[in-house]
């Protein structure tokens, strides 16, 4: 006799995904109860498929933590008509005393605490945003690729006793060709050749990096022009904030910005005592370095920001000011977007600021329609001002 299969009609089904490389460990949950268990190959659309063949029907509703995959699994199932929220796995609770950890328990404690409703899914960019943040992002490989390049060329002279060890010279295409005039051993010069011809074509990947970057920037001249009227934001810095973070009308308010910039103060307070710690730390660490860059570069150009760096930096000291000061600098841009202006220095401070000079803004501008313009000085200063002399060579 043939058992009757349940039937899932207008029912909630919360589906717990715990991800991996190859497999997906599913649970799911319909009225507090696990109805299905079961570990299937990681593919996306057949794993969409699958939950609608076995809850026809049904409403369903996944979680899965955000990870190495991205969101691929997460445009497969709302594709579908599957609600899905992608979670921070840090913002899931777990017992002190629970030593236990699988995939089955993982994804079956998701399913439970969604079905509960204790998830609260992170913003998802769409395919198109996470396009646009791979220029920057790889640039900054490539940056750190070439640098790593330089340190292992030195070691090897420094090694024989051809440079001194107190040498400060950067490594440059002059630095090369005057490194091949040497007489050297065959084995150090054939090194020394591999390690040079690679330093080379980076640099020649990063000179057309910047191409593409100005490029982007030009599609996008809205949002370029209120990143670039901050003091100390150049052409690298805007295009890294710019794709990560957008307009920043996402944010509800200025709280939300800084919880997602991870520059938000930890707190430990219990009755009268109030407690607070180092910053969150969440989120992008490059955007949260940059932003400190930024603060940084902006103190001199703004009186109002200099002053309260200055009274903070006498009493906690000159990390936590200027923590604060990257705070108050994109609560500001935040409001340049909201209010549809650009950054004007010294409008909030009582102090009038230096400002920044106009000659910076159209410059600035003018990059975008000459791709091959020279550029402004940025944070970056050292490496950009290094590519241009060596595409001038």
């Known amino acids: 006799m043939t058992e009757q299969r349940r039937s899932y009609t207008s029912e909630g ?13 599913v649970t799911c949950v319909c009225h507090k109860q696990i ?37 691929v699994l997460h445009r497969a199932l709302t ?37 509960d409703g204790r998830l609260r899914g992170i913003y998802v960019p769409t395919e198109e945003e996470e396009l646009a943040r791979l220029l920057p992002r790889t640039r900054a490989q490539l940056v750190e690729h070439r640098a790593t390049l330089a340190r292992q060329i030195k070691a090897k002279l420094h090694q024989f006793g051809l440079i001194t060890p107190s040498s400060r010279r950067l490594l440059s295409h002059r630095y090369l060709r005057e490194i091949e005039s040497w007489t050297l051993p065959p084995e150090l010069h054939a090194s020394l050749k591999m390690l040079a011809e690679q330093w080379r074509f980076v640099t020649r990947q990063l000179i057309e990096m910047r191409r593409l970057l100005r490029e982007q920037a030009a599609a996008q001249a809205e949002l370029e022009k209120v990143y670039r009227s901050v003091p100390g934001i150049g052409e690298v810095v805007a295009r890294t904030l710019a794709t990560a973070l957008g307009d920043m009308t996402r944010f509800a308010h200025e709280r939300a910005l800084f919880s997602y910039t991870g520059l938000t103060p930890s707190e430990y307070s219990s009755g009268a005592a109030v407690r607070r710690g180092p910053i969150s730390r969440q989120g992008s660490s490059r955007v949260r370095h940059l932003l400190v860059e930024t603060a940084w570069r902006a103190l001199p150009y703004d009186a109002g920001l200099q002053t309260m760096f200055e009274r903070m930096a006498a009493t906690r000291g000159k990390k936590r000011a200027i923590v604060a000061i990257a705070r108050r600098l994109i609560g500001r841009m935040r409001a340049c977007f909201r209010q549809g202006t650009i950054y004007a220095v010294g409008t909030l401070a009582s102090v009038p600021g230096r400002p920044w000079p106009e000659a910076c803004l159209e410059r600035s501008y003018a990059l975008m329609a000459q791709p091959h313009a020279e550029q402004l000085p940025t944070i970056m200063n050292r490496t950009e001002q290094e590519e241009e002399e060596e595409e001038e060579e």
């Open 79 to 115: 594709k579908v008509g599957i609600s899905n929220i992608v979670v921070n796995p840090a913002s899931l609770a777990v017992a002190a005393n629970d030593k236990v950890k699988t995939d089955r328990r993982d994804s079956k404690r998701l399913a439970v605490d969604l079905a």
């Open 13 to 25: 089904v919360y589906v717990g995904v715990d991800v991996h490389k190859e497999t997906y460990t």
């Open 35 to 71: 109805v299905k268990t079961a570990t299937v190959q990681a593919e996306p659309a057949s794993l969409a498929a699958s939950l609608q063949r076995w809850f026809p029907e049904a409403m369903l509703a996944s979680a899965y933590e955000a990870g190495f995959s991205a969101f």
